[in-house]
C-alpha cells in the first residue's frame, strides 16, 4: 500500500481520534453536514434527538454518494441513483420495489456504515473507527486545557461555527500544514510583506521581536504529547483585561468600533475588546485540527500532494453584536495576507521533496540547545523556534503506521 493510502487507513480514524466539526455546525434536531474523514465520504448528523452520528454517505446498494450538499436539515436522505432511502441513523428505511430481491432480502443487513465512536469534547467532535481507542479525553491529554482556555476565553458565551468557511486548496502534501502550524522560526521570513503591512497602519506590537530571534521573546512552544502541540504567544501580551486589544495589530476602522464598545458598555468594555481580537495560541491537535487565533482550521488530504484547508471563522453567543463584526474582521487578515505565504512554501518544499536523490530533511531545531524543560505532566516547554512539534508528531504517526490496521 502506499504509504498516503496506509494513512488514510491508520492515521485518519483508524488508530485513533480525529476532529470531524463543532457542535455548531449541526444547530438543530436532524441538521447534517458532509464531509470527509480521511479520504472516506462521511455525513455528520444529528438526530431527532439531538445525538450526533457519524455515517458513511457511501450507499450500501451500489456504492453512490447519497447527500451531494454540503449541509442542510433532513431525517433521512435518498439515494439519488436508485433511490434507496437511508435514515438520518443510517438504517435501510426504504428501497424501490423490493420484490425484486426475494423473500429474504432483509433490508436490517444493508444500513450505512457508523463511524464505530462519535464524541465531542466541550463542542469539539472527533470520530475514531477504533472501538478499542483510548478515550477522546485521554488521547487529547494536555491539549485539553489549552482548548479548555480558549472555550472559557467566551467569558461564559458560547463559541459558534457557522459562517460560510475559507477554503483553500494547494498541492503539497496534509502533512506540511500541520508541520507549519507548530513552526514558530518562520514568521519573520514567510510572513515578512504581512508585518510590513501591520507596521505601516500603525505601531505593530507583533513586530517587537523582528530582527531579533524569537528565541529571547516571551512565546514559547509546547509539545502536549500523541502528536499534539501549542504556540504560546499570549505572554507578550499578558496583562489586566483590555491587554489582548491594545496589542492586537492595527486593523483599518478599529478606532469607531472601539468607541461605540466603550460608550455602551463602559464595565466591560475591556474585556467585549479582548474578544475581538485573536486568542493568541496555535494549537495542533494530531492530525487534522489547527486552532489558529479565533479560527478552526481543518486539514484534509485530498491526495499524496493535494490538500486542502479550510478556516472556520468564529463568533461568541450573547455578546454585543459589534463584538462580532469587529471579531469577523481580525479573522480576515491571516487567511488573506499570511496563508498564501505558507501554501507558497509548502507547494515549494512539496517539489524539492520530489528530488528522490535527497532523502533526508533536518528538524533538529532544539534537539541540542539544551533549552527545553520538562514539566510533571510530561509537557514540554521551549523556546519558540524549536522544531519538537515535528518530532512530536513524527513520534506519534510513526506509532500509528506501525500498528496493525484497526
Ligand atoms: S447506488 Fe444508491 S440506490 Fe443504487
Ligand atoms: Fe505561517
Redesign the pocket.
Known sequence: MLIFEEEMVKVFGGRSWVYLAHESQLPEPNSYLSLRMGRRPLLLTRDKHGAIHGIFNR??????T?CRDDSGVARSFQ??????TFRNTGELVG?PWPQGYGPDFDKSQFGLRKVERVKAYRGFIFGTLNGDATSLEDWLGPARDWLDYWIDRACGGEVIVRSAAFRMGYRGNWKLAYDNAGDGYHPSFSHRSLLDMASRMGEAKDMSYFGRTPDDGPMKTYSLGHGHSVIDQRPAYEGPPGSFWRNQRPQPGRERFEELIRSQYADRADALLDLCVGAQINLSIFPNLLIIGNQIQVIEPLGVDRTQLTWHATTVRGVPDEVNTMRMRTQEDFPAFGEPDDQANFEEVQRGLAVVEEEWIYMNRGLDARWQTVGEDGVVKAPVTDEMHMRGYYAEWTSQMDGEDA
Open positions: 450507499c450500501a446498494h451500489r456504492g453512490a447519497i439515494c439519488p441513483y436508485h433511490g434507496w428501497v
